[in-house]
């Protein structure tokens, strides 16, 4: 009886090409999620010199002050031109 039973392991086929490039890709994917998620979660720590940066008086020369827009070219007032009957 202990003939008859067959313990040899299942024949698998080979994963075809775009088999893996699934596989791949999903896990590219999912480190790539655990890369956004970590980047959210830990803060990022600004370097000493950009902060000091930020603090110092600026002269005022240096300190532009912003331009009046511009009108806009597209919008031209309406010709007004009576109604002929």
């Known amino acids: 009886m202990a003939a008859e039973l067959d313990f040899s392991p299942p024949e698998i086929p080979e994963p075809t ?5 699934l596989r791949y ?8 999620q655990l890369i956004c998620v970590l980047a959210i979660i830990l803060p990022v720590s600004k370097s000493h010199k950009t902060d000091s940066d ?5 002269n005022p020369e ?4 912003p331009k009046a827009t511009a009108p806009q ?3 031209k007032p ?3 031109t009576k109604k002929k009957r």
């Open 62 to 65: 240096t300190v532009k002050k």
């Open 73 to 75: 070219i597209s919008k």
């Open 54 to 58: 930020s603090f110092e008086p600026k």
């Open 17 to 21: 090409f775009m088999e893996n490039v």
């Open 78 to 80: 309406k010709k007004e």
């Open 25 to 32: 890709g999903l896990f590219f994917g999912a480190i790539f």
